[in-house]
C-alpha cells in the first residue's frame, strides 16, 4: 500500500529537549516537504527536498532541521523544542513538486511545555 | 499577510444540494492552484487542482472554477454527500516555484442529512 508514515504520531515534550520526527514513504517519491498547522493560519511549509541531499527552507524554518540521506525518509529535528513550535506537523511526498499531487503522512501533534 | 484567503472558516450545507467554497489569493506570480480535503486526525488528500491557463477544471462532482482578474478561485461540489463533510483548504504555487506552496487557512463544510 502506497502511504507516508510519520513518528510518533503523539508527543509531549519539555523546552529544551532535542527531539526527532520521523517521516518515511515508499512510493519512490523525489519530493517530500514538512508542513505544520496551527489554527486559523492553515498549513505553513517549514522544509522541503528536491531529491537526497537536496533541501531547502520554506515559509518557516527558523528552529527546525532536516537531512534527506535517503530517498524514503526525510526526518525533522528539533534541536531544543521552544513552546512556539507546538503544533500538528504533517510530512507529504509527491513524485515532482507542489504541482503534483503530494501524500500526506497522517500527522504528530507535538506539545511543547 | 496571508496571500491566500479562504474567508468563511465554516460552511453547512443540505445534502444532495450544491457546496461553493471560495478562495482568493493576492500574488500575481501564483499560476497554479489546488484542492486538498482533511478529515480530523488524518492528513490533507488531493481532490482537484487547476492551471492558471484554464478557468474551469472538472472531476466527477467536483469543479474548479478560476477568475483571474478577480484572483478568486472557487470549489463546487455536486451533490453534496455527508462523507464530503471536512475541512477543505486552498493551496497556490507561483509560476518559478515548483517546491513552494501557500495555503489558505481551511473552511469547514459540514453536509446536513
Known amino acids: 500500500e502506497a502511504q507516508v508514515t510519520q513518528n510518533p504520531r503523539y508527543l509531549i515534550t519539555v523546552t529544551g529537549k532535542k527531539l526527532t520526527v520521523t517521516c518515511s514513504q515508499n512510493?519512490?517519491?523525489?519530493?517530500m516537504s514538512w508542513y505544520r498547522q496551527d489554527p486559523g493560519l492553515g498549513l505553513r511549509q517549514i522544509y522541503y527536498?528536491?531529491?537526497?541531499?537536496?533541501?531547502d527552507k520554506g515559509d518557516v524554518p527558523e528552529g527546525y532541521k532536516v537531512s534527506r540521506k535517503e530517498k524514503r525518509n526525510f526526518p525533522l529535528i528539533l534541536e531544543s523544542p521552544s513552546p512556539n513550535q507546538t503544533s500538528l506537523y504533517f510530512c507529504?511526498?509527491?513524485?515532482?513538486?507542489?504541482?503534483?499531487?503530494?501524500?500526506f503522512g497522517p500527522g504528530t501533534r507535538l506539545t511543547v511545555t | 499577510d496571508q496571500q491566500v484567503k479562504q474567508n468563511s472558516p465554516s460552511l453547512s450545507v443540505q445534502e444532495g444540494r450544491i457546496s461553493i467554497l471560495n478562495c482568493d489569493y493576492t500574488?500575481?506570480?501564483?499560476?497554479?492552484f489546488l484542492w486538498y480535503k482533511k478529515y480530523p486526525a488524518e492528513g490533507p488528500t488531493f481532490l482537484i487542482s487547476?492551471?492558471?491557463i484554464k478557468d474551469k477544471n472538472e472531476d466527477g462532482r467536483f469543479t474548479v472554477f478560476l477568475n483571474k482578474s478577480a484572483k478568486h478561485l472557487s470549489l463546487h461540489i455536486v451533490p453534496s454527500q455527508p462523507g464530503d463533510s471536512a475541512v477543505y483548504f486552498c493551496?497556490?504555487?507561483?509560476?518559478?516555484?515548483?517546491?513552494?506552496?501557500?495555503w489558505g487557512a481551511g473552511t469547514k463544510l459540514i453536509i446536513k442529512p
Open positions: 507529504a511526498s509527491s513524485s515532482g513538486g507542489v504541482n503534483y499531487e503530494q501524500y
Open positions: 487547476i492551471s492558471s
Open positions: 512510493m519512490n517519491h523525489e519530493y
Open positions: 500574488n500575481s506570480m501564483f499560476d497554479y
Open positions: 493551496a497556490a504555487s507561483a509560476w518559478d516555484s515548483n517546491y513552494q506552496l501557500i
Open positions: 527536498s528536491m531529491n537526497v541531499e537536496v533541501t
